[in-house]
Each structure stands twice: as structure tokens, then as C-alpha cells.
């Protein structure tokens, strides 16, 4: 059950990424319609990167300071574009929802070992504690419990105790705040509710 679940949020993920990646292509398109330079700025720089690997696997060092310079040249003049129409750099880049780990779920460190990222955890988290009956916990909790819904009247007959259901209701959640109250107290026992509603 819980690979299905990290398995299924990991598709989500997977198709988050996707779709930032598609509205970024789809703002470029835009953009490069109304000012072209930059898209041909775009495209110079993809050459000028392939150069440079190019001649650093063939050890052709002479020409990398060239290359770089160029680059710089280019971006320099990308960066006073963009100013220019009030464009933050950012705009070219995805709009990733999580920017650790840029919706893939999980980052690197610089040992290079792949961790899981705080989003996705939190979201396994999150779904847990739904699963839990647990989401509305600023509502059902011991200062909303409303002891008075109990009967104050005893009936042994019926309920097979000499006290009232209420006065066993207050007792039970009497116990429940000092389970609470002790929950780090390694002396503290665990709780048990069976039977049914009113039972103890």
C-alpha cells in the first residue's frame, strides 16, 4: 500500500514537472514572437555550449576563454533585454511548485546521494493523517467534548454499571487526558477502547 501510494504521488509529481516545463515553452513562444532577439540569443548560446564541450573533450583550451567571453557577451545582452521590457529572469525558467527539488520529489546532495524532498514527504504526511480521522482535530478535541450528551442517569439494568453513562464518559476522558498529558512518560501505558460506544 505505501509503494502504491509513493508510486502514484511520484506520477503526480512526474506530471506537475511536465507541465511547468510545457507552460515555460509556451511562454517563450510568446515571448520570442514580440521580441525575436531573444530567441536567436537562445540559440546562440546552445551553440556556443556545444563548442565549448566540444573543445574540452578535444583539449582545445586556446579557444575556451573565446568562447566564454562570447557567451557573456550574449547573456549580458539577454539580461538587458529582459530589464529593459520588465521581465524578471525568472520568466525563462519553469515555475516549478517546489523549488528544492523542482517537482521531482526527491534532491541531491553534494555526496550526490538522492534523498526525499520535503514536499513529498510532507504530502505522504498529509495523507496519512487524513487517513487517520484526524483532519478536524481544531474541532473534535477534549475542549469541544460535550459530556452532556450523556445520560446522567443510572441504569444498571441497561448499561451494567453503577455509575451514569455520564460519569463514565467524564472518567474515560479523564484517563484519555493523562494518557495525553504522560504520552512521553515511557511508564505510560497504551489505551484500549473496544466494545461499544458507552462500554469501558
Same mark, same amino acid.
Given at each position: 500500500?505505501? &509503494?502504491?501510494? +509513493?508510486?502514484? +504521488?511520484?506520477?503526480?509529481?512526474?506530471?506537475?514537472?511536465? /507541465?511547468?516545463? *510545457?507552460?515555460?515553452?509556451?511562454?517563450?513562444?510568446?515571448?520570442?514572437?514580440?521580441?525575436?532577439?531573444?530567441? =536567436?540569443?537562445?540559440?546562440? +548560446?546552445?551553440?556556443?555550449?556545444?563548442?565549448?564541450?566540444?573543445?574540452? *573533450?578535444?583539449?582545445?583550451?586556446?579557444?575556451?576563454?573565446?568562447?566564454?567571453?562570447?557567451? @557573456?557577451?550574449?547573456?549580458?545582452?539577454?539580461?538587458?533585454?529582459?530589464?529593459?521590457?520588465?521581465?524578471?529572469?525568472?520568466?525563462?525558467?519553469?515555475?516549478?511548485?517546489?523549488?528544492?527539488?523542482?517537482?521531482?520529489?526527491?534532491? /541531491?546532495? @553534494?555526496?550526490?546521494?538522492?534523498?526525499?524532498?520535503?514536499?513529498?514527504?510532507?504530502?505522504?504526511?498529509?495523507?496519512?493523517?487524513?487517513?487517520?480521522?484526524?483532519?478536524? *482535530?481544531?474541532?473534535? &478535541?477534549?475542549?469541544?467534548?460535550?459530556?452532556?450528551?450523556?445520560?446522567?442517569?443510572?441504569?444498571?439494568?441497561?448499561?451494567?454499571?453503577?455509575?451514569?453513562?455520564?460519569?463514565?464518559?467524564? /472518567?474515560?476522558?479523564?484517563?484519555?487526558? =493523562?494518557?495525553?498529558?504522560?504520552?512521553? &512518560?515511557?511508564?505510560?501505558?497504551?489505551?484500549?477502547?473496544?466494545?461499544?460506544?458507552?462500554?469501558?
Amino acid at each position: 500500500m505505501a &509503494n502504491e501510494l +509513493l508510486n502514484s +504521488l511520484l506520477k503526480e509529481y512526474e506530471h506537475k514537472k511536465m /507541465q511547468a516545463e *510545457l507552460d515555460l515553452e509556451k511562454r517563450k513562444e510568446l515571448l520570442y514572437k514580440k521580441i525575436p532577439r531573444l530567441s =536567436e540569443i537562445e540559440s546562440e +548560446l546552445n551553440h556556443f555550449a556545444i563548442q565549448t564541450t566540444k573543445n574540452i *573533450l578535444n583539449n582545445n583550451s586556446n579557444s575556451l576563454n573565446e568562447l566564454y567571453d562570447k557567451v @557573456n557577451i550574449l547573456k549580458n545582452e539577454k539580461a538587458k533585454i529582459l530589464k529593459e521590457n520588465n521581465i524578471t529572469e525568472d520568466y525563462l525558467k519553469p515555475f516549478y511548485e517546489c523549488k528544492i527539488c523542482n517537482d521531482t520529489g526527491y534532491i /541531491q546532495d @553534494n555526496n550526490y546521494k538522492t534523498t526525499m524532498c520535503s514536499c513529498l514527504k510532507q504530502k505522504l504526511l498529509d495523507i496519512s493523517f487524513n487517513k487517520s480521522n484526524m483532519s478536524n *482535530l481544531d474541532k473534535e &478535541n477534549f475542549e469541544h467534548f460535550n459530556e452532556n450528551i450523556f445520560s446522567d442517569k443510572i441504569d444498571i439494568e441497561k448499561y451494567k454499571s453503577n455509575i451514569s453513562p455520564r460519569d463514565n464518559i467524564r /472518567q474515560i476522558k479523564d484517563k484519555c487526558v =493523562e494518557f495525553v498529558n504522560n504520552f512521553d &512518560n515511557p511508564n505510560e501505558h497504551n489505551l484500549l477502547f473496544v466494545g461499544n460506544t458507552g462500554l469501558r
